[in-house]
């Protein structure tokens, strides 16, 4: 069983900066990929980001690529999303995900994951 959590999220001004982490428990060995998805009211969830759990590996979202940076930390299980230049187009609930397919486009269409996070609000508003 895993677990993800998230935090860091919260209300910015449009052009700020935000830093997501998810903190995963148990065993991600098997899993190879992290990443974020994305759900705003009224719209679908959207993949964000993703980075490998074997390499350094990343792949981004259009809609943010050069303004998020994805990273992690294999010691503490988690991974993190530095968010700059935030919009309003940004503000939505956060999810933290894991899954056996790889990094890449393919993990950014997943309709499902193998374990999601519970969420955190980010708010983009001046």
């Known amino acids: 069983q895993v677990q993800l959590v998230e935090s860091g999220g919260g209300l910015v001004q449009p052009g700020g900066s935000l830093r997501l982490s998810c903190a995963a428990s148990?065993?991600?060995?098997?899993?190879?990929?992290m990443g974020w998805y994305r759900q705003a009211p009224g719209k679908e969830r959207e993949g964000v980001s993703c980075?490998?759990?074997?390499?350094?590996?990343?792949s981004y979202a259009d809609s943010v690529k050069g303004r998020f940076t994805i990273s992690k930390d294999n010691d503490k299980k988690t991974v993190y999303l530095q968010m700059d230049g935030l919009t309003p187009g940004d503000t939505a609930v956060y999810y933290c995900?894991?899954?056996?397919?790889?990094?890449?486009?393919?993990?950014?269409?997943?309709?499902?994951?193998?374990?999601w996070g519970q969420g955190t609000q980010v708010t983009v508003s001046s």
């Open positions: 148990g065993s991600i060995f098997r899993f190879n990929a």
């Open positions: 980075i490998s759990t074997r390499d350094d590996r990343t």
């Open positions: 995900a894991v899954d056996r397919v790889s990094c890449g486009r393919n993990w950014l269409l997943l309709i499902k994951t193998d374990y």
